[in-house]
C-alpha cells in the first residue's frame, strides 16, 4: 500500500479510502474565505481550540469557526 500523494509506505486511509502516509494523513481542509477582505485563511489554535484566522493577521482579525462551511 502506497501513499497517493507522495508514493512512501502508506500508514492508513484518509476519508476517501485512499492510502496515505503519516506525512499525508492530515489533508488540508480547503480554506475558507476571510469574511473581512477575501484572502485564504489558515488554521490557528488558541486555548479555545482551533479556528480559521485570516492570512493577514494582524492587519485583519477575520475568523471562521473550524467545521463551519
Ligand atoms: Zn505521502
Ligand atoms: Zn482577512
Known sequence: MKC???GKSATKLN????????HHTK???KAPSCPNCGLEMNIRESKYGKFW???AFPMC?????LGSA
Open 4 to 6: 497517493a500523494k507522495c
Open 15 to 22: 476519508a476517501q479510502g485512499i492510502p496515505v502516509c503519516s
Open 27 to 29: 489533508i488540508k481542509i
Open 53 to 55: 484566522g485570516c492570512k
Open 61 to 65: 482579525d477575520g475568523i471562521q469557526r
